[in-house]
């Protein structure tokens, strides 16, 4: 029993954290390499006492986690090995000058991993140039040959300041001489141009005339006796000649280590791929030379015209720029065919060449201020990317070419390269900057195969005694034996050992029996596992689309939900955050959070967090009675009981409560004090936590009171009284002044007033006799 439970335990343990290379049931090292960069293979004899065979296949870390310690780890790495590097151009120590470097280079990827590497190419200070100058000779560039006669001399000159090493040859076409491109009288043969009058050479395909040579001479005397052709229809056979230019190296004299421009000369569009078919030519173009003995093309009424693709094929193939001198009516078709050629350029020709020397001379200058890189060879399978780090700074992601190119001039580029799959055998391709013969050689070998079936031991005692060979730690069974080590003949495997119970499918028919084991088969979806092949991790429910809403695992069908999930799904979150009410409370005290969501308990309660209820109480208020019962009884178990069973409620004096849950109330009691506690809801009903009574106001001080207010009427009647004596005083002042006032006003004598009688009085004594004295009386 307890190698089962620890059997068990690692395969519950490998399905959680295992890495995902051993989802994919690889059964040998090889198709373990195959599933991707990130898979390696356990070669470990005894891995597979704990688990299977398929699970020696995991990441690297997994593996070491698991016990296969890192050299019984098969993981091979990608490299990338230079071969060759000679350095660029002057700056190398040898005679070969190259004018890209690396020169050579050998990598080895993983099905499925990437490679980035850098490249530099160098712009040559004097490289050798050959112009081969390909014109139509047809009756409507009459006026253009007589435009060229001095063309070799100017060319040269103008080419002098650019290079010491410059040649020139000369070719001409017109058409395929067939019908219904031309007409076939005896007598519009030998004179196509009879209908107007002028006498014109009988029409041609393509003539090769003049070979690559330094002597300008030539070239004018060859240009000199020159005449034209003629034929019925608008296209010429010019690619004809094209093809013919590129393929007859050997005759037209192009060099190996020169820049070879291809001069094309044209009024009129070019037949190409199936025009031929008009006349009965139905032969493909095969890219062969066949220029005779006269250096005419032989097999123009044979062969087919080429196709756009085949030109691109040989050009590239042979190196050759192309550039199309046309007058402007054709501009636009020929700009649609160097779209597809690679370093094609396009000019516009004046009505009779007269800028013929101009447009070469820019074409040549444009193609030899920008490095393009292009691809040669098989690259099937391969996906290659290019970044390109151009001598000005400029950093193009996507790019592989570099503009305003000054001779001497270095640019680099990022090559990145990615294998999709396997590959049969080593393959070999090219990177090369076009125009440049120099070219960076690829060999690129694919790491499928793993290094331990070098050393396999044949017959060996751990499968089974010698029933079969170990072969990167796993078993390779002899002919009629099966198992992990070799251990069943084919035909004993214990059958019913494989089935759940009696009548149930042979590993649920998920897998095949093999002495007794189910060995489960692979599954696109994911991991299929178990004694039975009845478990995987895969077929759990699915919220929104997603296997256990995302925050699971699936284990033998049922979610194992991540910390902070609950639910079948695992989509109800355990936290309570999106539940608390902007009170604070969980769901305002009236209900439960259930998957992050408010379950309202209380009748009438509603809204996100039951914070809608008008017939619902302040729930702080509920409880009160129970509280103020509770808090200041004598006996609070046996007077409170019925209050508080009444309320559903449960005081408390414990400090240890979910605060996150809980309630804080403060109320004011009927006797004016504060009343504190925690209510949290449960199920049976409210659990009052630490009640709390405090700030109580004190009982009121009679005597105090009492002299306070005596002596507040005394000191209010003194003030009174002193006030009303203030304001009696003003009174009378101001009746004095005024009396004052009025008596200063008066304006007569006090004598003359007839109210006035004054307190004395005189009169004469009649009877006193005197000297006349009189007496005053009072």
């Given at each position: ?31 373990c ?57 002057k ?7 190259s ?9 080895q ?41 001095d ?13 010491s ?7 001409s ?21 009879r ?19 330094s ?5 004018n ?14 296209p ?17 004299g ?7 421009l ?23 173009n ?11 093309y ?20 042979n190196?050759?720029?192309l ?21 094609a ?16 001379m ?14 040669l060879?098989?690259?099937e399978g ?31 580029f ?6 999709k ?41 751990f ?49 095949e ?34 296997l ?15 910390s ?7 989509n ?13 409370s ?5 209900g ?20 809608r209820?008008?017939?619902?109480g302040?729930?702080?208020?509920l ?13 609070p ?13 449960t ?8 605060e ?8 004011q ?38 002299l ?11 003030m ?14 101001k ?16 004598g ?6 004054s307190s ?19």
């Open positions: 029993m307890g190698i089962v439970s620890l059997y068990l335990v690692l395969h519950f343990w490998l399905v959680t954290v295992g890495g995902t290379c051993s989802q994919f049931k690889a059964l040998s090292c090889d198709e390499l195959q599933l991707g960069p990130q898979c390696a293979w356990c070669t470990l004899q005894n891995f597979t006492d704990f688990f299977s065979i398929n699970e020696r296949c995991d990441t690297p870390e997994a593996l070491l986690q698991k016990g296969c310690s890192g050299e019984f780890v098969e993981f091979p790495v990608t490299n990338v090995k230079v071969l060759k590097d000679q350095g660029l151009g700056r190398a120590s040898h005679t070969n000058v004018y890209i470097a690396p020169q050579k280079m050998r990598l990827l993983r099905p499925g991993s990437q490679l980035t590497f850098q490249i530099q190419v160098q712009e040559p200070e004097d490289h050798p140039v050959d112009i081969y100058y390909l014109m139509d000779l047809s009756a409507s560039m009459i006026d253009d040959l007589k435009m060229i006669k063309l070799g001399s100017t060319l040269s000159k103008e080419m002098a300041k650019l290079t090493k410059f040649r020139l040859g000369f070719g076409f017109v058409e395929k001489p067939v019908l219904p491109f031309i007409k076939i009288t005896d007598e519009e043969l030998a004179n196509p141009c209908s107007v009058d002028y006498e014109c050479l009988p029409t041609f395909g393509y003539r090769h005339l003049l070979s690559l040579t002597s300008t001479d030539k070239f005397e060859i240009i000199s006796k020159q005449r034209v052709s003629a034929n019925i229809d608008v010429e056979g010019g690619f004809d000649a094209i093809m013919q230019a590129a393929v007859c190296g050997d005759r037209i192009w060099q190996n280590n020169s820049m070879k291809l001069v094309f000369v044209s009024d009129a569009d070019s037949h190409f791929g199936m025009d031929s078919k008009m006349s009965g030519i139905v032969v493909p095969d890219g062969e030379c066949y220029l005779d003995d006269n250096n005419e032989s097999m123009t009424a044979q062969l087919e015209y080429p196709t756009l693709g085949q030109l691109v094929d040989k050009l590239v193939e190196n050759i720029l550039i199309f001198a046309v007058t402007e009516n054709q501009r636009q078709n020929y700009e649609n065919y160097a779209s597809l050629i690679p370093g350029t396009v000019g516009v020709l004046a009505s009779d060449s007269r800028n013929i020397l101009e447009l070469i820019n074409s040549y200058k444009e193609l030899r201020s920008e490095i393009d890189l292009e691809v060879g098989n690259t391969l996906q290659i990317s290019f970044t390109a780090l151009c001598q000005d700074g400029t950093i193009i992601p996507g790019g592989k070419k570099c503009s305003n190119v000054k001779a001497g001039d270095v640019v680099s990022n090559v990145t390269v990615e294998l799959s396997c590959l049969a055998g080593p393959r070999r391709f090219s990177l090369r900057p076009v125009g440049f013969q120099d070219a960076l050689e690829m060999e690129l070998e694919s790491q499928c195969v793993c290094d331990c079936h070098q050393t396999p031991e044949a017959n060996s005692a499968c089974s005694r010698g029933r079969g060979a170990l072969d990167c730690g796993a078993c390779v069974c002899d002919p009629g034996f099966v198992g992990p080590k070799c251990e069943c003949t084919e035909g004993q495997e214990q059958i019913s050992d494989c089935r759940a119970h009696e009548g149930a499918e042979m590993c649920s028919g998920l897998g029996c093999f002495c007794g084991q189910c060995v489960c088969h692979p599954s696109s979806f994911g991991r299929v596992y178990g004694p039975y092949c009845e478990c995987d991790n895969f077929s759990c429910l699915r919220f929104r689309g997603e256990c809403g995302g925050h699971g695992e699936c284990d033998c069908g049922e979610c194992v939900c991540h902070g999930w609950m639910g079948e799904f695992c109800c979150s355990t936290s309570s955050n999106s539940c608390v009410s902007p009170d604070g969980i769901c305002s005290g009236r439960k959070c259930v998957c992050g969501k408010c379950e309202c308990s209380v009748p009438g309660a509603s809204g996100e967090w039951c914070q209820c008008s017939t619902c302040d729930i702080c208020s409880p009160r009675t129970c509280v103020e019962c509770y808090l200041k009884a004598k006996d178990l046996d007077e409170c009981a019925l209050k508080c069973n009444s309320l559903h409620a005081v408390s004096n414990s400090t240890d409560f979910e996150s849950r809980a309630t804080l109330c403060t109320l009691s009927e006797d004016h004090c504060l009343l504190s506690f925690s209510l949290v809801d449960r199920d049976h009903g409210s659990i009052i936590y630490n009640p709390k009574l405090y700030d109580c106001p004190e009982p009121p001080n009679a005597p105090l009171i009492a306070g207010v005596c002596m507040s009427v005394l000191i209010i009647g003194i009174l009284l002193v006030i009303w004596k203030f304001l009696i005083s003003v009174h009378d002042r009746e004095v002044a005024k009396f004052e006032a009025e008596k200063a006003k008066a304006k007569w004598q006090s003359t007033n007839p109210l006035f009688r004395t009085s005189t009169f004469k004594n009649v009877t006193y006799k005197s000297t006349g004295q009189q007496k005053t009386f009072f």
